[in-house]
């Protein structure tokens, strides 16, 4: 699976939104991009992925460049609980391939 | 969204003694789950794919006669640290995936286990 490069760290505002970016430019034509975040001492909670068109759920919007060598998820109006760590993982769709972590985003939501 | 659920939550042990962390689908067949490790300020790193009713296949470094993994069933996988030690402290996290291609994977809320 291809590796993400991701900022360590971001600060957003209460209320304003929130655009994580993600590096992913030796990504390959069958993997999806997925986004999980993981709360202080939780596991990791699924939030949005996508093929090569934009997505949007009722948690975030994930945008994807057209040559799709990066990506941003956007948390549109950030609560102090959307506080955590934001992973992006690149992953084919073939059989029962595993998640592979990197060091992902901490982002801090502040008041 | 698919519920997997992890027990315990929190389990303290003492040295030379073995633990059983239990991950379970709650509402989905699971043909493959998966075993991560998160030590303090660090991302999940993956331990073991675990498949039902065959060997579980084990990541490099990782020492597959201390971690044991049993999937017995299509619903139940579970993960025995064997003579525990104190670095063997950790957070033990468990996932599985409800279908194949890109649907995405869920995971269980994690059991912190502290060797004394």
């Known amino acids: 699976d291809a590796k993400t490069t991701q900022p360590p760290s971001m600060d957003c505002a209460e209320g304003r939104a929130a655009n994580l970016p993600c590096n992913h430019s030796?990504?390959?034509?069958?993997?999806?991009v997925y986004w999980y975040r993981q709360i202080h001492s939780q596991g990791p909670q699924y939030i949005i992925h996508?093929?090569?068109n934009n997505e949007t759920n009722e948690m975030a919007s994930l945008i994807i460049t057209e040559d799709r060598k990066s990506s941003t998820l956007i948390l549109p109006h950030a609560t102090l609980r959307d506080t955590a760590v934001y992973y992006c993982?690149?992953?084919?769709?073939?059989?029962?391939?595993?998640?592979?972590f990197g060091k992902g985003t901490r982002l801090s939501v502040i008041a | 969204g698919a519920v997997v659920s992890q027990h315990p939550s929190r389990v303290i042990c003492k040295s030379g003694t073995s633990v059983k962390i239990e991950c379970r689908s709650l509402?989905?067949?699971?043909?493959?789950m998966f075993w991560y490790r998160q030590f303090p300020k660090k991302s999940l790193m993956l331990m073991a794919t675990?498949?039902?009713?065959?060997?579980?296949?084990?990541e490099q470094g990782v020492e597959k006669d201390k971690f044991l993994i049993n999937h017995a069933s299509l619903t139940l996988s579970t993960l025995t640290v064997t003579s525990a030690h104190p670095e063997d402290s950790s957070f033990y996290i468990c996932?599985?995936?409800?279908?194949?291609?890109?649907?995405?994977?869920?995971f269980g809320q994690g059991t912190r286990l502290t060797v004394v």
């Open positions: 996932s599985a995936r409800p279908g194949g291609g890109d649907t995405e994977a869920f």
């Open positions: 030796t990504i390959s034509g069958n993997e999806y």
């Open positions: 996508g093929l090569k």
């Open positions: 993982i690149v992953r084919g769709n073939s059989g029962n391939t595993p998640l592979v």
């Open positions: 509402d989905f067949q699971a043909t493959t």
């Open positions: 675990s498949n039902e009713g065959s060997k579980a296949t084990y």
